[in-house]
């Protein structure tokens, strides 16, 4: 994340993070792991610089992954710096819990960290070491270099600090700290850090699983890297800040369309429109124009109803009748998907062009074009109704 605001979410969520590790001695002790742990403003944690220091010093490491190398890692061996540096960072975390190195060539993580119930069911906590790439022509735009971990300006810089080195670090700082104070759970917790969710997870988070199911693992319940918050808030129903706690996931699907056509001379352009060039910006213009439409589907009508009592007062009322009240639904849908980009993805299934292929010289009409088209599909949405979507929007007319 490179924006100003992603790096404040950053230094509040990490501090959020901290506080509920919360070791400072102006703070209760603890009694058990059912309660004790203050999240007042009265802790402040006594360890923050150093710990800012490690969590700067995790986003120096260039753990990108990539969906063309064998093992997801585009540099294993930064993968293993970062390992090397976790395990001198975090002494008490791999002294005392179980480590498994999990996935392609064991670049992920299974700590276990063994309650004294065994009859509970464990909670796993998930998150990832990997990050996207940075893009050569995009590191001019970068206030900090990407992988400076820089600490400046009240904020924490760099690629993977919001997506999601931030819970990685905070996971392994609570646990860090809570050792240190002697505390253990009575519940197991499994931390499971995987190397290459962000090209699908498929060498690191589905090994894990299926390491989970060979053992019988029954979990009482995932908690995944989540959301941030919204400092100003949701619009535009409310500018305060909102704290968005992700109990769903949008589905992914991604669709081709090839375009294909007589080709010929540039010098000799048809003047019917049919050129790969004209039919692909024809193509372009009518999915822009026309988004799936907005609707509001579960759980996102709890989270509107839970925003209710913080709006003001004649938008509380129209929240409240979410679900509810007939007509409000589509209504709210409307107003939501005209609000702001984040809103509108609330809202529908969102199609967005994401890759464009055509042409093989300056002088030669192409004679096909590929339109590569990424969607992110509300509850209910499936690959019927994304290619029915698809056909209405390009197909002949
Ligand atoms: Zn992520």
Redesign the pocket.
Known sequence: MNNTRGATLLLLWTRAALAIAGVPASCAAPGSDSGGVSLSEACVWEDFDAAVERFSRVLQFETVSDVSAPNHAARPEEFARLDAFLRAAYPRVFGALTVEKTGADALSYLLTWTGSDPALRPVLLVS?TDVVPVTPESIKDWTHPPFSGAVADGFIWGRGAM??KVTVVAILEAAEALLGRGWWPTRTLLFAFGHD??VGGAMGAVETARLLESRGVQLEVIWD?GSGILLDGVKPFMDIPVALVGTAEKGYQSAKLHVTSTGGHSSMPPIDGSSVGAVVGRLLTRLSASPPPPRLVSPVTDMLRGLAPYAPAWMAAVLSAVGRVPGVDALVARLMASASAEAAALTRTTAAVTRLSAGVADNVLPQSATIGVNLRTLPGDGPGEVLDYLTGVVGPR
Do not use: L, Q, Y
Request: proline share 0%; charged share 65%; glycine share 0%.
């Open positions: 990832h997506d999601v969710e962000e890297e």
